[in-house]
């Protein structure tokens, strides 16, 4: 499927030519979107071949179900939602003594730790070549619980607003907002390790 | 006058740009007289800084392709 003519053309048009039933312009939503959505499915359920499922599933569902898309919302938004209820399906099926979702209550225990209080440089990535700043970054985001984590890409990478990261999760705003706090400040403890100023240590600022 | 645990509270929003012009003093008040939150806004501002926008892998080549195959044999189906 060469699709490449069509990698200008905005997404609402090709949302139309796609439920005209031309299956190139859905080739090129695919396209724009696989990444992600593989990215979003292996961070849920953390395995590869079932991220894999996720992804075929994902947009099977979407191909099926495309005259049910509204356009009041992204299309990325949209499949995200898809995506999401996928990725929680087959967790459930793996897991079937228990039911999973991304409301499972978490361990709030260490939810607002802010033991790592250092400076960085003004930027410290700088410090790193970028397979090593991809490395930190990525087992930063490995180590965060999964329904933080599923926030923090949303909200954070693919730089949803709250309401369509609320509306992708089916979680409420509050839930989104307090889980996106979490995953901050989760992260900047763990990036402080790896970022902060050379001579600096904890009780620098005490 | 705000303490630290409302500073940390109110440090999405804060950090987003959406808390209310008098809540936004009271934090940056904060932030003037308490170090350790003004180091943790800073550095939680450069975490959101340099995750923004992080592109993913490119998807694996086998797993594109078997993707695309599947769609057009699903495509291929629905027009028949």
């Known amino acids: 499927m060469a699709v490449s003519s069509l990698t200008g053309i905005d997404e609402s048009t090709l949302v139309a030519q796609a439920r005209e039933n031309d299956p190139r312009a859905f080739s090129e939503l ?27 599933e994902t947009f099977f ?8 898309f509204q356009g009041n919302s992204k299309f990325y938004t949209w499949i995200v939602r898809i995506a999401v209820n996928q990725a929680l399906m087959k967790l459930r099926r793996r897991k079937t003594d228990r039911s999973v979702s991304l409301d499972d209550t978490i361990d709030t225990g260490e939810d607002t730790v802010t033991r790592e209080i250092a400076a960085w440089d003004e930027d410290p990535e700088q410090r790193f070549s970028r397979e090593e700043l991809g490395g930190i970054l990525d087992s930063a985001i490995q180590s965060l619980a999964p329904p933080y984590r599923s926030v923090f890409v949303l909200r954070d990478i693919d730089e949803l607003s709250t309401e369509e990261a609320a509306e992708a999760l089916g979680l409420s705003v509050p839930a989104v907002k307090s889980r996106l706090l979490r995953a901050r400040l989760q992260l900047r403890e763990k990036l402080t390790r790896s970022f902060k100023r050379k001579g600096d240590d904890a009780f620098a600022y005490m | 006058m705000l303490t630290c645990r409302d500073f940390l509270k109110e440090l999405s929003d804060y950090l987003d740009e959406s808390s209310d012009r008098k809540l936004r ?3 940056e008040q904060h932030i003037t007289q308490c170090p350790n939150c003004w180091v943790i806004a800073d550095t939680t501002r450069k975490t959101i800084r340099i995750y923004k926008g992080m592109d993913p892998y490119p998807i694996p080549a086998d797993v594109e392709e078997r993707l695309m195959r599947a769609l057009e044999k699903k495509i291929a189906a629905k027009a028949h």
């Open chain 1, 30 to 56: 695919v396209r724009r979107y696989e990444a992600k959505i593989f990215r979003l499915a292996q961070h849920i359920t953390q395995n590869r071949e079932d991220a894999e499922d996720v992804l075929q």
């Open chain 1, 61 to 68: 569902k979407a191909y099926e179900h495309l005259d049910q």
């Open chain 2, 25 to 27: 003093a009271d934090l």
